[in-house]
């Protein structure tokens, strides 16, 4: 059985840091590209960052380069994403997505994603 569970979200005030996790397990996590995407209230799907576990290359959404970091401990089959300087525009639940290496990346579209976990909420807030 494929899983992708979610944890370390919470409250933090603007200019905190969060660390997100989305451990896996039911598939072979250096075949996939495994991806960050977020859902604020009432908006669409956006999508944060990639990552290639059998490379470590990163891809991340322009506005957030710099403040956002994703990483992998592939003997764990566990995706990171460390959150920097967080503002009240990153509050949303964040979802852990795979796709099969050799997929795009970038996608905003839950079904472009062969796995997906049940999302972790963060909420930046004075």
């Known amino acids: 059985e494929v899983q992708l569970v979610e944890s370390g979200g919470g409250e933090v005030q603007p200019g905190g840091s969060l660390r997100l996790s989305c451990a896996t397990s039911?598939?072979?996590?250096?075949?996939?590209?495994m991806s960050w995407v977020r859902q604020a209230p009432g908006k669409d799907l956006e999508w944060v960052s990639t990552?290639?576990?059998?490379?470590?290359?990163?891809h991340y959404r322009d506005s957030l380069k710099g403040r956002f970091t994703t990483s992998t401990d592939n003997a764990k089959s566990v995706l990171y994403l460390q959150m920097d300087s967080l503002e009240p525009g990153d509050t949303a639940v964040y979802y852990c997505?795979?796709?099969?290496?050799?997929?795009?990346?970038?996608?905003?579209?839950?079904?472009?994603?062969?796995?997906w976990g049940q999302g972790t909420q963060v909420t930046v807030s004075s």
């Open positions: 997505g795979a796709t099969g290496a050799g997929s795009p990346y970038g996608s905003n579209q839950r079904t472009h994603y062969d796995y």
């Open positions: 990552i290639f576990p059998y490379s470590g290359l990163t």
């Open positions: 039911g598939f072979i996590f250096e075949n996939y590209h």
